[in-house]
């Protein structure tokens, strides 16, 4: 009679580690010795398959793969909205020739709840076992989900932020180590002090941008330029207001300057519908949505709100980071985008105002008007927009171009 495949995973537990070394030619950081120990924690427990979407797979199959545990449940919003990522990594790590195998232990509460949550997932299932999984979730100790464990010699050492490594940086995370990390940091700051268009707007097999009638214009075509590159959404409603302003001021500088500046949409918008409004209403060029630069844009340039805009200059350096602020602020005015224009800006403004007076009466209205700074304001006498220098009554809420006054005659 044969032995059951536990017995048979049992018996080859007794062989050399060496046999189940990682794939040779890939330079691991960390010893992953501990995945063939979770293998013997199965079988001790009579497990002798493991589950996938599409049946049942021997235990046997995980043997000399590099293991990572996925503790997870179906009624945890974070783990639904962490598993795309997980799959990119996963599908990602496949295709390159990574011999890597994702078990999930589920955190649900009962069987058919586990059942659903498996069928999310392109990785093995450990059977719904509630003591099983007990006994996972305190030898890992676990104290959250999702939570991602390698199964490397310092396992019970990895860092609780794997999960947001893995959002951070997809598949480019693994091995998971600390080391692999700080690489990446280090990079990501290389890239935002040296930048280079063509590494920082292109991915392998796409070297384009598309533009609202669905050109593709090569980005090496923005060479020389000053280019904002345009965090937002449609979603959003400063967005969609600050997208006035800034499509106001790209007209502007590209009829009176020549083609002088491009902007480059980063999409955070929740679905392609979206992004294709947000693409086909502007006249300045995007990355695809599909793409995962996007998201990798926003973790370079520490991206935490929208609507921002971060300029580069014409010699590939970063101008500003508060791009926003300066279009906001002075419009087309503000162009190159630079701290030292602001700054001159800054200085014709309070010459400005100090040649105004502080408080004047005008024939318009009945009470002093003081003089204001305001960002924006619409004048009451002329019904146009201003900005800056305002006259403004402070007993009715009233503003006055300082061009539209007309004083009070004393004599």
Known sequence: MKDSPAKVFKKACKQDLFSLAPMAGLNFEA???????????????????????QGKVPLLDCNGKIICLFFSANWCRPCKLFIPHLVDLYET??????????????????????????????????????????????????????????????????????????????????????????????????????????ELLTREG?????AGDDRKVVVSELAG?????????????????????LTDVY???????????????VSTDKDLKEFNVSRTSTPWLAIPYEDRTRHDLCRIFDIKKIPALVIIGPDGKVVSLN??????????????????????????LRKEGEALPQQ??????????????????????CKKQGKFWSFFCDVCDYDLHPSCLEKVNKD
């Open 31 to 53: 010893e992953y010795v501990d995945s063939f120990d979770v293998l013997k924690v199965f079988a001790a427990h009579g497990v002798e398959f493991l589950l996938s979407s």
């Open 93 to 198: 790590l496949r295709k390159r020739g990574v011999n890597i195998e994702i078990i999930f232990v589920s955190f649900d509460r009962d069987e058919d709840g586990f059942k659903e949550h498996v069928e999310s997932m392109p990785w093995l299932a450990v059977p719904f076992d509630v003591n099983l999984h007990r006994k996972l979730i305190d030898r890992y100790r676990i104290d959250r989900i999702p939570s991602f464990i390698p199964l490397c010699s310092d396992a019970l050492t990895v860092d609780e932020k794997v999960i947001e490594w893995i959002e951070d940086y997809g598949a480019d995370a693994f091995p998971f180590t600390k080391k692999r990390h700080e690489e990446l940091k280090d990079l990501d700051r290389r890239k935002r002090e040296e930048v280079d268009l063509q």
């Open 323 to 348: 791009g926003k602020f300066m279009v906001s602020s002075y419009g087309a005015e503000a162009f190159p985008f630079t701290e030292s224009r602001v700054k001159d800006l800054e200085s014709a």
């Open 251 to 265: 007209n502007n500088l590209n009829d009176t300057k020549g083609r002088c500046f491009e902007i480059v949409f």
């Open 225 to 245: 330029k000053t280019v904002g590159l345009f965090f937002g959404a449609y979603w959003s409603p400063p967005c969609r207001a600050f997208t006035v302003q």
């Open 206 to 210: 796409r070297d384009f941008l598309i």
């Open 360 to 381: 004047v009466q005008d024939v318009k209205h009945e009470h002093v008007l003081k003089l204001e700074m305001a960002k924006a304001y619409v004048c009451d006498s």
